[in-house]
T-cell receptor, first 115, second 114 residues
Framework: GAVVSQHPSRVICKSGTSVKIECRSL??????MFWYRQFPKQSLMLMAT?????????EQGVEKDKFLINHASLTLSTLTVTSAHPEDSSFYIC???????????FGPGTRLTVL | AQSVSQHNHHVILSEAASLELGCNYS??????LFWYVQYPGQHLQLLLK??????LVKGIKGFEAEFIKSKFSFNLRKPSVQWSDTAEYFC????????????FGSGTQLTVLP
C-alpha cells in the first residue's frame, strides 16, 4: 500500500526556535497534502491544505506566518513552526492524497515539544 | 460544511464481546465514508471505506460498517473483539468527487479487557 513518511518523528526544541517537519509520499505522487494537529485524547484538526506549485490553504484560526508550508515537489511537503512556543507542543500529522484517487494516506506523525 | 459525530467517547468491552461504534454525518449530498484506526503509538490506518454500491462494507481485521443513507449513519461493527483491537477509532467523511479534505469525528477510544 501507499506509504507516507514524516521526519523527524520526535523533536524537542527551545522556545523561540523554528522547527521544520517533512512529509513525503514514498511511492506515489501527491499534488495535495494535508497537515493536521492532534491534541491528547482529541481528534485530528486540519491546519492547512498543501498544494504543489501554489500557496497552502489555511483553516480558520491557523496563523499562516507561524506555520509555514512549502510543497516543493509532488512527493514532499514541509511544515515549519516558526518561533515555537510551549503552546505549539503537539502531535503533527500529515496525509497525502493520491493524484489518481480520493484516498488519503497518513504519516506516522511528529511529536513536537517546545520547552 | 459537513460534520461528523461519534457519540461514544470511550467504550470498554471484554474479549469476545460484540462491538458497534456509532457515526453520524451531516451533509446533504453524496459522500465517501471512512473508518480509521489508531493503535497506541502508531499512525492512522484505514479500516474500511465506502464510496458506492453495497452499503455493507467489509474491512480489515474482521471489521465491517453499514451505510444507512436515510439515517446519515456509518456505524462500525465487529462480532467478537480481541484485546488487540484496543485503539482509537475515527470516522471521517468527504463529499464525493470533492477535492476537499476529510472531516473527522472526535474519535472513540475502545478498550478491550483480556
Amino acid at each position: 500500500g501507499a506509504v507516507v513518511s514524516q521526519h523527524p518523528s520526535r523533536v524537542i526544541c527551545k522556545s523561540g526556535t523554528s522547527v521544520k517537519i517533512e512529509c513525503r509520499s514514498l511511492d506515489f505522487q501527491a499534488t495535495t497534502m494535508f497537515w493536521y494537529r492532534q491534541f491528547p485524547k482529541q481528534s485530528l484538526m486540519l491546519m492547512a491544505t498543501s498544494n504543489e506549485g501554489s500557496k497552502a490553504t489555511y483553516e480558520q484560526g491557523v496563523e499562516k506566518d507561524k506555520f509555514l508550508i512549502n510543497h516543493a515537489s509532488l512527493t514532499l511537503s514541509t511544515l515549519t513552526v516558526t518561533s515555537a512556543h510551549p503552546e505549539d507542543s503537539s502531535f503533527y500529522i500529515c496525509s497525502a492524497r493520491e493524484d489518481t484517487g480520493n484516498e488519503q494516506f497518513f504519516g506516522p506523525g511528529t511529536r513536537l515539544t517546545v520547552l | 460544511a459537513q460534520s461528523v459525530s461519534q457519540h461514544n467517547h470511550h467504550v470498554i468491552l471484554s474479549e469476545a464481546a460484540s462491538l458497534e461504534l456509532g457515526c453520524n454525518y451531516s451533509y446533504g449530498g453524496t459522500v465517501n465514508l471512512f473508518w480509521y484506526v489508531q493503535y497506541p503509538g502508531q499512525h492512522l490506518q484505514l479500516l474500511l471505506k465506502y464510496f458506492s454500491g453495497d452499503p455493507l462494507v467489509k474491512g480489515i481485521k474482521g471489521f465491517e460498517a453499514e451505510f444507512i443513507k436515510s439515517k446519515f449513519s456509518f456505524n462500525l461493527r465487529k462480532p467478537s473483539v480481541q484485546w488487540s483491537d484496543t485503539a482509537e477509532y475515527f470516522c471521517a467523511v468527504i463529499p464525493s468527487g470533492s477535492a476537499r479534505q476529510l472531516t473527522f469525528g472526535s474519535g472513540t477510544q475502545l478498550t478491550v479487557l483480556p
